[in-house]
């Protein structure tokens, strides 16, 4: 880093020049490790670009209808490129999907039946999905209120599937069984693509009929290829993380075997409507070019994921995952030990956000969650963690979830301004 640079991160963000040399010094021991981020990300632009070229993308594609959206050339056309590039037979990719927990319930209420039982095969399942399926809160209209029951098997000591006891679980009532490849909020690292396979083998040599789902948000384009190329059934996720690219305005993904995307398009519009109907808005330039972009922003936020594990591993925290862990999301966990590390960490990073940077994020009682949460997003995107952001339930052990960020200098300086915030309040310091 040049002195210019220096004095700029000095004088225009108030960082103190002892935390640009402590970050900088962090970054040198670990710069050897971007170059297989780089070579993932050179893999997956490719895979990207050759779907695109496969569909004959067009730029008649980017026109939008009006009304039911009947003959959306566009919408049809994300779909297919969509179903390329995640090895499915079918995809169905909507701006109306308003978030992952959306297109994760929605496949799961298409899919399953009354007296149907679902299982959770990598501990309880992210805060808000434990709203939908009943098992928190008293939310009207869940799974449970449908007659689906649900069982959980949690992780092995070493945080692996407990593929015995998984087997052990299925009884003649269960239908599907969901793997959540990310950390989510708990203190696990995410299940690598290996693990969700040897699983999947395991369950389908049991009983090839039980639907095998994968929730995959936070992983896509981290490895070269992705759950359904494992024998995942079926997977969903969010535009306004990994896929979106930092460009896609809202919507989320399901992917998998046709006949289960007929069933959640005919869920999510009406039976013998399905994919046929369902506006796009004009957001088909965007949620393309997002997707296009997709592979160079996840190997930045990936980047900026390890030097955050990097940095704060040094000063004595605990970081999930650890900075030698193979990873499987973009998710980097510290855990602070405390409700005021957490809250001033949150609070730096949003001082290094192009958008709402003054304001200081505070917990608060937000819907779906059993705690208060506190989150850090500065975003051009409302709500996109594909943009640098961090967040975390005010619970022990107080972990902040940092994730994101479209470019690793802006990454770096979301390290260093919560570092910052840290020191200069006197609860951390430097070794």
């Known amino acids: 880093m040049n ?79 969509y179903s390329n590039v995640f090895k499915a037979e079918d ?17 799961l209420s298409a899919i399953l039946r009354p007296n ?18 009943g098992i928190k809160g008293d939310a009207k209209g869940t799974l449970k209120d449908y007659g689906i029951s649900y069982k959980g098997v949690p992780l092995t000591d070493d945080d692996k599937i407990n593929i015995k006891g998984v087997l052990n679980t299925i009884s003649d009532k269960t239908k599907l069984i969901l793997i959540q490849r990310s950390t989510g909020y708990s203190d696990r690292r995410a299940i690598l693509i290996d693990e969700i396979k040897k699983a ?75 994919k046929e109907c369902g506006l796009t808005f004009g957001t088909t330039r965007n949620t393309l070019q997002g997707f296009f972009m997709a592979p ?19 000063l004595g925290f605990r970081v999930i995952p650890d900075v030698e862990d193979k ?40 819907p779906g969650y059993e705690d208060e949460v506190i989150m850090a997003a500065g975003g051009f995107i409302e709500g996109s963690s594909i943009e640098l952001s961090a967040d975390g339930p005010i619970r022990e052990p107080y972990i902040a979830y940092y994730q994101g960020g479209l470019t690793y200098e802006h990454c770096k300086i979301g390290v260093m301004k919560s570092l910052n915030n840290l020191y200069i309040n006197n609860l951390v310091k430097l070794k």
């Open 200 to 274: 999947i083998s395991a369950i389908k040599g049991y009983d090839k009929n039980i639907i095998c789902m994968v929730d995959n948000c936070y992983g896509e384009f981290i490895d070269k290829i992705e759950p359904i190329e494992v024998g995942a059934d079926v997977i969903a996720g969010s535009l306004i993380k990994n896929p979106g690219g930092g460009l896609a305005l809202t919507g989320g993904y399901v992917a998998g075997n046709k006949d289960i995307i007929e069933l959640v398009a005919n869920k999510s519009t009406a039976p013998g409507v399905g």
């Open 296 to 314: 160079k922003v996840v190997s930045e936020a990936l980047k900026g994921a390890l030097l955050t594990a990097a940095v704060y591993k040094s």
């Open 3 to 81: 002195k210019d640079t220096i004095n700029i991160l000095c004088k225009q963000f108030d960082v103190k020049k002892e935390i640009i040399t402590y970050v900088m010094d962090q970054e040198n021991k670990i710069k050897s490790k971007f170059k297989d981020i780089d070579d993932m990300k050179e893999y997956n632009q490719y895979k990207v670009l050759n779907a695109m070229q496969q569909a004959k993308l067009n730029s008649t594609h980017f026109n939008w209808t009006t009304g039911y959206g009947y003959g959306d050339i566009g919408r049809d056309k994300v779909e297919e490129i």
């Open 116 to 133: 149907d039982e679902m299982i959770s095969i990598t501990g309880a399942p992210y805060d808000t999905l434990q709203t939908v399926i």
């Open 327 to 366: 990873r499987s999301d973009i998710i980097q966990g510290v855990e602070l030990r405390s409700k005021e590390r957490i809250i001033k960490f949150c609070q730096g990073i949003q001082y290094a956000s192009p958008v709402d940077s003054y304001v200081a994020p505070n917990p608060w009682a937000m």
């Open 91 to 107: 995809a169905l990719v909507r701006p109306t999907i308003v978030s992952g927990t959306h297109a994760i319930s929605l496949t």
